[in-house]
């Protein structure tokens, strides 16, 4: 992973939209996350944070593994793989420009439950948790909008994933 220093100034809120557009943030989920936050949250949170660059087969967050960051992909894409028992690993989605990644063992606190492997050359905002943990703190406004919007996201995920199982025997 490449830092490329602060993303402090280097892109602004249309800009970001702009640019989450243009790399393939076509799925609402990814643009609905960016949206449903006020402009001075987007900004709070692109001033702290630092964007890398990420080159195809590393791997930002790794299963069982705690990590310090967050991720909000700006370009590329990646792989989440879980490992069966006898090791191989299982790709069980992807991630695509305007998505979180590392966001569910932040909430939980628990080890990764898959790993997430960059399948071109990417990019990402990295944000530290612990720094995100303190601006929820001090600014209830911005928790109240950060949460809500994090779960409307991953609300969707969950209805997306759950349409696209197919269960035998269920009734629609």
């Not at 640019?19 to 643009?31: K, M, Q, R, W």
């Not at 998505?99 to 080890?111: F, K």
Request: proline share 5%.
């Amino acid at each position: 992973m490449r830092r490329n220093g602060s993303a402090s100034g280097l892109i602004s809120l249309a800009g970001l939209r702009k640019d989450l557009a243009e790399a393939g943030a076509t799925s609402l989920e990814a643009l609905d996350f960016i949206d449903r936050l006020a402009p001075p949250d987007i900004n709070w949170i692109l001033a702290s944070s630092e964007l890398v660059a990420i080159p195809s087969g590393e791997s930002i967050v790794r299963e069982g593994v705690a990590s310090e960051h967050i991720f909000v992909v700006t370009k590329g894409g990646f792989d989440v793989c879980v490992k069966q028992r006898g090791g191989t690993l299982v790709k069980v989605s992807a991630i695509e420009p305007g998505q979180l990644v590392g966001e569910i063992s932040w909430l939980d606190g628990a080890p990764p439950s898959a790993t997430v492997t960059a399948t071109e050359s990417s990019s990402a905002f990295a944000l530290k948790t612990q720094a995100l943990d303190r601006k929820l703190l001090e600014d209830a406004g911005f928790a109240f909008r950060f949460y809500r919007s994090l779960s409307r996201m991953l609300s969707a995920r969950l209805r997306r994933a759950t349409q696209a199982r197919e269960v035998p025997g269920l009734v629609p």
